[in-house]
């Protein structure tokens, strides 16, 4: 019975081709919401992402997340290299600053200062350059950091540091190499562009040396903000990281376990990914009510058939088979062309237009279950009138 | 055929009471229908619309409880079946014919004819096997493969009689089987009927209000107002108690 059921399913083309479409769409929305905020999520991350040589984060104990830090004396990176098992540790610092625009418009940036020595946490570079042209004076990195429109530097020369005014609505470009920008009244010259991993939420960056950052904000007497440390062979990270926090007292994390902390910092504080998941429930709720309906529908339409049935002798257990089977194959295929769908449109949308989608493994799995659930729920609503069915509406006259 | 006093009866009901509604809506469907049915007859049951025949077949079939009265079908009291024996006695001995057909749309000719095996539990192999026979036997071999959309209201009332057949019932119960018909493909389907009754030991009820197929029956029931108001035989049938 149940080949006559998906054949029941599948008999009215346009009406099995509307519910796969339905649910394919549920399939998509779902998959594409969840990828999208995982897309965002590991974007908050990226810093550790991008420093995969480090195998354990070294920081300030209160801190747990890249997000919001504070920095450590300059001695912490000694200290943290006289533990036996690190193999190397290097110092970055994160400081957040405004820099000043040769027209005299201002940008926030992140500012990232790096090893001096190794060069241990500056990206690679645009334009076949290396980041060695980090040990000129005064050299910075910049990167848009997944923000658009805020790397604009004026376009003629007369807009460029005047002694009359501010020139601030002038046309512009993009900042080029050897353009110059202005922080705490000191100089820095764009010696290299990079595109690392966009941020989350999105900032520019400049990347400069460790000892350019003391150049840079005089002011600040701490500006060591993690130590990034390369475990020897015979220790795993999570001995070394357990090793550092017990000798230093300070908070010491394997990169996955950072990762971790950092989404997790997310989830709790971030109002923006509050935001966001209640955008995506929204979305989730109305793709799972088009599938519920739609089942519930056909399953609705189908009533005479059912009462046909029901009178030629088919028992309760056998329609509610029915209607499970074709609830539960009308689900599955839906979600694989909605899941299939996702990923093409997801990827394309990702490499072409930078958009923060990352299709983890939960995420399809979310999709399928997402609509397996609701497509069931639908079944066993639907099997409802089907069960309570009188078959002898059959006859004529009722 | 001939039948006699010394028949079997198939369907025994007496005063069968059935009501619809409660308090002031409250309306009686059924006020004590009696009748018997014998074996290898073909019965109809004639009446105007809203007199019961309806509510009295869906009662002897099985798909309706009664109010009041007892109904024996095929030796079995009705009152003392559980939910799930009605279910066993309508898929093992009873088919039936509607008049709209109601043929599953999506399912071949074949596949239609199958069901009831199916629903028995009948693999699919030997259920397809036995629907080709039956439908050749109603002369429909050739559309076997054809969808219900595809075959002319005969055609689909000839493939509604193979699957009432295919399991082969007792009891066969055709509701209004050719009022959907134009009165040639009527006759045929009749015929038809005709021809399963005179072949086997196959009880055939037809309700119906076509007056034009009376010829076929061996006995008339005449219905009104929720009761059998009169049975007789028909001419050329002899030795019925009328």
Same mark, same amino acid.
């Given at each position: 019975?149940?080949?006559?059921?998906?054949?029941?399913?599948?008999?009215?083309?346009?009406?099995? &081709?509307?519910?796969?479409?339905?649910?394919?769409?549920?399939?998509?929305?779902?998959?594409?919401?969840?990828?999208?905020? /995982?897309?965002?999520?590991?974007?908050?991350?990226?810093?550790?992402?991008?420093?995969?040589?480090?195998?354990?984060?070294?920081?300030?104990?209160?801190?747990?997340?890249?997000?919001?830090?504070?920095?450590?004396?300059?001695?912490?990176? =000694?200290?943290?290299?006289?533990?036996?098992?690190?193999?190397?540790?290097?110092?970055?610092?994160?400081?957040?600053?405004?820099?000043?625009?040769?027209?005299?418009?201002?940008?926030?940036?992140?500012?990232?200062?790096?090893?001096?020595?190794?060069?241990?946490?500056?990206? +690679?570079?645009?334009?076949?350059?290396?980041?060695?042209?980090?040990?000129?004076?005064?050299?910075?990195?910049?990167?848009?950091?997944?923000?658009?429109?805020?790397?604009?530097?004026?376009?003629?020369?007369?807009?460029?540091?005047?002694?009359?005014? /501010?020139?601030?609505?002038?046309?512009?470009?993009?900042?080029?190499?050897?353009?110059?920008?202005?922080?705490?009244?000191?100089?820095?010259?764009?010696?290299?562009?990079?595109?690392?991993?966009?941020?989350?939420?999105?900032?520019?960056?400049?990347?400069?040396?460790?000892?350019?950052?003391?150049?840079?904000?005089?002011?600040?007497?701490?500006?060591?903000?993690?130590?990034? #440390?390369?475990?020897?062979?015979?220790?795993?990270?999570?001995?070394?990281?357990?090793?550092?926090?017990?000798?230093? =007292?300070?908070?010491?994390?394997?990169?996955?376990?950072?990762?971790?902390?950092?989404?997790?910092?997310?989830?709790?504080?971030?109002?923006?990914?509050? $935001?966001?998941?209640?955008?995506?429930?929204?979305?989730?709720? #109305?793709?799972?009510?088009?599938?519920?309906?739609?089942?519930?529908?056909?399953?609705?339409?189908?009533?005479?058939?059912?009462? %046909?049935?029901?009178?030629?002798?088919?028992?309760?257990?056998?329609?509610?088979?029915?209607?499970?089977?074709?609830?539960?194959?009308?689900?599955? *295929?839906?979600?694989?062309?909605?899941?299939?769908?996702?990923?093409?449109?997801?990827?394309?949308?990702?490499?072409?237009?930078?958009?923060?989608?990352?299709?983890?493994?939960?995420?399809?799995?979310?999709?399928?279950?997402?609509?397996?659930?609701?497509?069931? !729920?639908?079944?066993?609503?639907?099997?409802?009138?089907?069960?309570?069915?009188?078959?002898?509406?059959?006859?004529?006259?009722? | 055929?001939?039948?006699?006093?010394?028949?079997?009866?198939? %369907?025994?009901?007496?005063?069968?009471?059935?009501?619809?509604? !409660?308090?002031?809506?409250?309306?009686?469907?059924?006020?004590?229908?009696?009748? $018997?049915?014998?074996?290898?007859?073909?019965?109809?049951?004639? =009446?105007?619309?809203?007199?019961?025949?309806?509510?009295?077949?869906?009662?002897?079939?099985?798909?309706?409880?009664?109010?009041?009265?007892?109904?024996?079908?095929?030796?079995?009291?009705?009152?003392?079946?559980?939910?799930?024996?009605?279910?066993?006695?309508?898929?093992?001995?009873?088919?039936?014919?509607?008049?709209?057909?109601?043929?599953?749309? /999506?399912?071949?000719?074949?596949?239609?004819?199958?069901?009831?095996?199916?629903?028995?539990?009948?693999?699919?192999?030997?259920?397809?096997?036995?629907?080709?026979?039956? *439908?050749?036997?109603?002369?429909?071999?050739?559309?076997?493969?054809?969808?219900?959309?595809?075959?002319?209201?005969?055609?689909?009332?000839?493939?509604?009689?193979?699957?009432?057949? #295919?399991?082969?019932?007792?009891? &066969?119960?055709?509701?209004?089987? !050719?009022?959907?018909?134009?009165?040639?493909?009527?006759? %045929?389907?009749?015929?038809?009927?005709?021809?399963? %009754?005179?072949?086997?030991?196959?009880?055939?009820?037809?309700?119906?209000?076509?007056?034009?197929?009376?010829?076929?029956?061996?006995? +008339?029931?005449?219905?009104?107002?929720?009761?059998?108001?009169?049975?007789?035989?028909?001419?050329?049938?002899?030795?019925?108690?009328?």
């Amino acid at each position: 019975m149940y080949q006559i059921a998906l054949k029941m399913l599948m008999g009215d083309r346009a009406k099995y &081709i509307g519910l796969l479409l339905g649910i394919a769409f549920t399939a998509f929305l779902v998959t594409f919401a969840l990828s999208y905020f /995982a897309g965002f999520i590991t974007r908050g991350f990226a810093l550790i992402s991008e420093n995969n040589s480090a195998d354990v984060w070294v920081m300030d104990p209160a801190v747990n997340s890249t997000e919001l830090t504070i920095n450590m004396p300059d001695s912490t990176l =000694g200290r943290v290299r006289s533990v036996k098992g690190v193999d190397y540790a290097v110092p970055m610092s994160l400081n957040d600053i405004t820099a000043r625009f040769p027209n005299g418009s201002f940008q926030f940036f992140q500012m990232i200062g790096v090893d001096d020595a190794t060069l241990a946490g500056a990206p +690679m570079l645009l334009d076949g350059r290396l980041p060695e042209v980090l040990h000129t004076p005064d050299s910075v990195i910049v990167d848009a950091g997944g923000s658009a429109g805020k790397l604009q530097t004026p376009l003629a020369k007369r807009d460029q540091w005047p002694f009359d005014r /501010a020139h601030l609505n002038v046309p512009t470009r993009e900042l080029m190499l050897g353009d110059e920008l202005l922080v705490n009244d000191r100089r820095i010259i764009i010696s290299g562009r990079s595109k690392t991993i966009p941020r989350f939420p999105p900032r520019p960056l400049l990347y400069t040396t460790y000892s350019n950052v003391t150049h840079l904000l005089p002011s600040e007497s701490r500006r060591l903000t993690f130590v990034l #440390v390369s475990a020897q062979e015979n220790i795993s990270p999570k001995q070394l990281a357990n090793r550092i926090e017990q000798q230093t =007292g300070l908070r010491a994390r394997t990169a996955s376990e950072f990762k971790e902390d950092t989404v997790h910092w997310f989830l709790i504080n971030s109002e923006d990914v509050g $935001d966001m998941a209640a955008m995506l429930i929204l979305a989730m709720t #109305v793709g799972f009510g088009v599938t519920g309906v739609m089942l519930y529908m056909f399953t609705y339409e189908n009533l005479k058939q059912y009462a %046909v049935l029901k009178a030629m002798g088919a028992s309760a257990s056998m329609l509610l088979g029915m209607i499970f089977i074709q609830a539960g194959v009308g689900a599955l *295929l839906g979600a694989g062309m909605g899941i299939g769908m996702c990923a093409i449109v997801g990827e394309s949308v990702s490499m072409t237009l930078d958009y923060p989608f990352r299709m983890m493994w939960f995420t399809p799995l979310f999709g399928i279950l997402g609509v397996l659930i609701v497509s069931l !729920t639908a079944a066993a609503i639907s099997a409802r009138p089907v069960l309570k069915l009188e078959p002898g509406v059959v006859f004529s006259g009722r | 055929m001939s039948l006699d006093a010394e028949k079997k009866i198939a %369907v025994h009901c007496r005063n069968i009471i059935k009501t619809y509604g !409660t308090g002031a809506s409250e309306v009686f469907a059924l006020r004590g229908a009696d009748l $018997d049915v014998y074996e290898g007859e073909l019965l109809m049951l004639v =009446g105007p619309s809203g007199c019961g025949k309806t509510t009295f077949i869906s009662i002897f079939t099985a798909l309706l409880s009664a109010d009041g009265g007892e109904c024996d079908i095929l030796g079995k009291d009705l009152n003392t079946l559980s939910s799930d024996q009605k279910v066993h006695l309508r898929a093992k001995s009873i088919g039936f014919v509607f008049q709209a057909f109601n043929l599953l749309p /999506a399912l071949t000719a074949q596949e239609n004819v199958a069901v009831p095996l199916l629903i028995q539990g009948v693999g699919r192999k030997v259920a397809m096997q036995e629907a080709k026979l039956v *439908l050749d036997s109603v002369g429909l071999g050739a559309r076997s493969s054809a969808l219900p959309a595809e075959l002319s209201g005969g055609m689909q009332q000839r493939v509604a009689i193979a699957r009432a057949l #295919v399991h082969h019932p007792k009891l &066969i119960v055709c509701d209004e089987p !050719t009022s959907s018909l134009d009165h040639e493909s009527g006759h %045929v389907i009749m015929k038809l009927l005709r021809d399963i %009754v005179d072949n086997s030991n196959t009880t055939l009820i037809v309700v119906t209000h076509d007056d034009r197929i009376y010829e076929f029956a061996d006995r +008339m029931a005449h219905m009104d107002d929720g009761k059998i108001i009169k049975i007789e035989t028909m001419k050329n049938q002899q030795g019925i108690i009328a």
